[in-house]
């Protein structure tokens, strides 16, 4: 038999038949699962006859992809003891030991990448090459956080001795039942990055997926339990937000990861911990503004900002929904940007050649058509604006590319994250006004810069308020990390900590330090 070939980063590529054979293959199988059943932890003497919600592929409404059954307020509660039952013996097996058992669980997710990254496409409209895309992430980010837990010694130290009897020691100990909120967009890079990390570190998780992430993250689960991750250190507990609502508000958690948007992530940063402080890490919305300057080469801004504004329909955290181009240059640039937007394949996510696909629901189409009239009576339509769904071909939630300009640059659409492949284009005076303008929105997750001028690009650097800042970038203005290569994060209301997932200060997150004196 062939051998199989291997999706990587670096293999991520358009051309490459194998890839596509490969996915393909992954279509099919992935066909087979429409429909399952999505249950988590049952508690005993529950029965599996409760309300499930039926979630549709945004492709087709058609198509049903899941059933996912709510867990009940006795499931949560269960899932949480059982959690904390099984934690003991996790926390005290030897880190070691939990590493060979998180790589096992990476190969396993590299192994099923098309069948896994199919069944995404179908489940949340994501085009075959970002959804193996997010695969792999997953299982990059597990094998970096094994990295990075051996490149740290297990974070277990030994410290200064002022008296020769003593020992001393520092070492960083697990918190016990982390909660990992997962948002319906990185359905398997952010339900297995949160997860991997509080495992390997020594927590138990439970973890509390969207609805339309629930049957990947469920085969996630598959790949977590083959890999030898014990029954009750890793629970999957699906259902809607009143599911995480009640999870985060359970005493029995002693951690969270929150992933999505804003309002629930600072509604959780301001309620949880309230017996004492609680480690909560929330990773919420991006307004993410892209810069061009008069210097910089336009094809490249063009491409790299209609990549990250109309990849994936808009519905990356990291999209790109506001762009401030140097006057001079604003009028050629936007004929650029135009032209790449018209250039966009708009199709199934499962097509080979489909760049953009659906929304998520028809709440984001409701969003777009109020953004689009906005625009329409504020501003104007430099191209896109109309809804396209519901032909034979494109049944489902679609929507066409959108720039949108001559908005008054205090307009909401500058701010207001919609989560739709909308861009708004602005002209500024210069650098220093576009960097103003940037920085003026309490949102500080990504930044993308184009100019050819090294000391526009320090400066650039030395002032964006964002995380994560690319510069002169075609392949992504705003967007496009990779776990140990770009440690993803944001700043200010778009993120909690600071410390930013696939990035070397993550793993300490999800521990506390315990000083050892032993005579
Ligand atoms: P969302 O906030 O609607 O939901 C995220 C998760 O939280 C879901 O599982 C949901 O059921 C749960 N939830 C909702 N209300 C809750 C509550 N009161 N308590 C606890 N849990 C609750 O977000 P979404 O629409 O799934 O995802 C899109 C959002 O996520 C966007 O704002 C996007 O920018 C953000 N996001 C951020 C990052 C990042 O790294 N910063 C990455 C991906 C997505």
Redesign the pocket.
């Known amino acids: 038999m062939a051998e199989r070939f291997r999706v990587t980063y670096a293999t991520l590529s358009d051309d490459d038949p194998r890839l596509h054979a490969g996915y393909e293959t992954g279509v099919d199988l992935a066909r087979t699962w429409l429909g399952a059943t999505i249950t988590g932890h049952i508690s005993p003497g529950e029965t599996e006859d409760v309300p499930s919600v039926e979630v549709t592929s945004p492709h087709d409404p058609g198509v049903v992809v899941s059933r996912v059954r709510t867990s009940t307020d006795r499931d949560i509660a269960d899932a949480i003891a059982a959690s904390a039952r099984a934690d003991r013996s996790w926390a005290a097996t030897p880190w070691r030991d939990r590493l060979v058992i998180a790589r096992r669980v990476a190969e396993l997710i590299s192994d099923r990448s098309n069948e896994l990254a199919a069944l995404m496409s179908m489940e949340n409209g994501k085009n075959r090459l970002e959804a193996l895309g997010d695969v792999e992430e997953a299982a990059d980010m597990i094998r970096y956080y094994c990295d990075q837990m051996e490149a740290n010694d297990g974070y277990d130290h030994p410290m200064a001795t002022l008296n020769p009897a003593e020992r001393t020691r520092s070492l960083l100990r697990p918190h016990g039942v982390w909660a990992v ?6 359905p398997m890079a ?1 339900s297995a990055g949160p997860a991997a990390a509080a495992l390997i570190t020594g927590n138990s998780v439970v973890v ?3 609805h339309h992430g629930a049957h990947t993250a469920a085969k996630l689960f598959e790949c977590l339990r083959e890999a030898g991750v014990p029954d009750g250190v890793a629970v999957l507990l699906p259902g ?2 009143e599911v ?2 009640a999870l ?1 508000a359970h005493p029995g958690v002693a951690g969270v990861t ?5 309002a ?1 992530g600072m ?2 940063v301001r309620d949880f911990g309230v017996d004492y402080p609680k480690p909560v890490m929330a ?4 307004k993410n503004p892209a810069i061009v300057s008069d210097k910089a080469d336009l094809d490249a801004a063009a491409l790299g900002v209609a990549r990250s504004a109309f990849g994936f329909a808009g519905q990356k ?1 990291s999209a790109c929904s506001r762009v401030y181009v140097v006057a001079e240059v604003y009028e050629e640039f936007l004929a650029s940007l135009v032209a790449v937007t018209e250039s966009l394949v708009i199709g199934a996510p499962t097509d080979r050649d489909a760049f953009v696909g659906p929304v998520i629901d028809a709440a984001a189409v409701a969003r777009y058509r109020e953004a689009v009239s906005h625009a329409e009576r504020n501003g104007r339509i430099a191209v896109g604006g109309s809804v396209l769904g519901g032909s034979t071909a494109l049944p489902g939630h679609y929507l066409a590319p959108t720039v949108v300009t001559d908005l008054p640059v205090d307009d909401p659409l500058f701010h207001r ?1 919609l ?1 739709v492949p909308l861009t708004a284009v602005a002209a500024v005076a210069d650098l220093d006004e576009a960097l103003r303008l940037a920085n003026a929105d309490p949102a500080g ?1 990504t930044a993308g810069f184009f100019s050819r001028e090294q000391s526009e690009i320090d400066r650039f650097l030395d002032r964006i308020e964002a995380g994560v800042v690319y510069v002169n970038r075609p392949a992504g203005a705003t967007t496009g990390a990779w776990p140990g290569v770009q440690p ?1 994060g ?1 700043w200010k209301r ?2 909690s900590t600071g410390k930013a997932g696939g990035g070397r200060y993550y793993l300490p997150e999800f521990m506390r330090e315990q000083s050892q004196t032993v005579v």
């Open positions: 909120i997962c948002p319906f967009n990185y952010l509390k997926p969207s809607g937000d995480g609502a985060v929150f992933t999505g948007s804003s629930v509604s959780i990773e919420m919305g991006g955290c994250e989560f997750l993803f944001g778009s993120g």
